[in-house]
């Protein structure tokens, strides 16, 4: 697989396998939190930068998709056990489930529907993160 460019990313993804409401205790709808997430250390970090889209995928069994949005809120940096990168995403009120997005002829071939055990960061293409907001509305 060829190396992202920048013109390829339009949206970067984080995941988690804990529910938001665990990730940041107290979090609803509509509200804005400020947290880090964890990151695997490859080039992709290199393409990242603060002010970039991003969302928050939740992995798993149980309401699996998009449940947050809002973007890189700093540097990718390091912590003791790795890259880091602060998000600012504010809590969806409906998340966007997993099955609606793979229902999508565009947003079906995103990577985190490909590779779900994929490490952070994932990413979505111009096309992808179109369709992504278009279910937001």
């Given at each position: 697989?060829?190396?992202?460019?920048?013109?390829?990313?339009?949206?970067?993804v984080?995941?988690?396998?804990?529910?938001?409401?665990?990730?940041?205790?107290?979090?609803?709808?509509?509200?804005?939190?400020?947290?880090?997430?964890?990151?695997?250390?490859?080039?992709?970090?290199?393409?990242?930068?603060?002010?970039?889209?991003?969302?928050?995928w939740l992995?798993?069994?149980?309401?699996?998709?998009?449940?947050a949005?809002?973007e890189?809120?700093?540097?990718?940096?390091?912590?003791?056990?790795?890259?880091?990168?602060?998000?600012?995403?504010?809590?969806?009120?409906?998340?966007?489930?997993?099955?609606?997005?793979?229902?999508?002829?565009?947003?079906?071939?995103?990577?985190?529907?490909?590779?779900p055990?994929?490490?952070?960061?994932?990413?979505?293409t111009?096309?992808?993160?179109?369709?992504?907001?278009?279910s937001?509305?």
């Amino acid at each position: 697989m060829a190396r992202l460019q920048p013109a390829d990313v339009a949206c970067w993804v984080v995941k988690t396998a804990r529910p938001p409401e665990v990730v940041v205790p107290g979090w609803r709808a509509g509200q804005a939190a400020t947290f880090s997430r964890c990151l695997r250390r490859s080039y992709r970090l290199g393409l990242m930068s603060p002010g970039a889209p991003c969302l928050l995928w939740l992995s798993g069994a149980d309401r699996p998709g998009v449940h947050a949005v809002g973007e890189l809120a700093g540097e990718v940096g390091e912590d003791a056990g790795g890259p880091v990168v602060p998000v600012r995403l504010t809590l969806l009120a409906a998340p966007v489930p997993r099955s609606e997005l793979l229902a999508d002829p565009v947003a079906r071939h995103a990577e985190v529907l490909r590779m779900p055990a994929g490490s952070n960061p994932s990413y979505l293409t111009p096309a992808q993160y179109a369709a992504v907001l278009g279910s937001l509305a």
